[in-house]
């Protein structure tokens, strides 16, 4: 399947776990920022709000991981 829809900070931590990011500080604002490697992506954290499809896209774009990949975790 390839569509995304927004999802939730929790739900989105727990599959950048699985492919190996680790928090590596808190960033600016409500921004943490996670690492894998040299890779260092920053991931919003708004209190009740899910993370948008747009912003979820820009994500995947910074990993790199495909929008297929990323719904089979």
Same mark, same amino acid.
């Given at each position: 399947? $390839?569509?995304?829809?927004? !999802?939730?900070? %929790?739900?989105?931590?727990?599959? /950048?776990?699985? *492919?190996?990011? %680790? ?8 921004? %943490? ?7 260092? *992506? #920053? *991931? #919003? ?13 820009? !994500? /995947? $774009?910074?990993? #790199? !991981?495909?929008?297929? %990949?990323? $719904?089979?975790?």
């Amino acid at each position: 399947m $390839n569509k995304l829809s927004s !999802i939730s900070y %929790e739900k989105l931590i727990k599959k /950048l776990w699985l *492919i190996g990011f %680790e928090l590596y500080r808190q960033g600016k604002g409500s921004h %943490e920022l996670w690492k894998r490697d040299d890779r260092v *992506i #920053p *991931i #919003p954290k708004h209190k009740g709000k899910d993370i948008s499809k747009g912003m979820l896209k820009t !994500i /995947l $774009n910074e990993i #790199p !991981i495909t929008i297929e %990949e990323f $719904n089979k975790l």
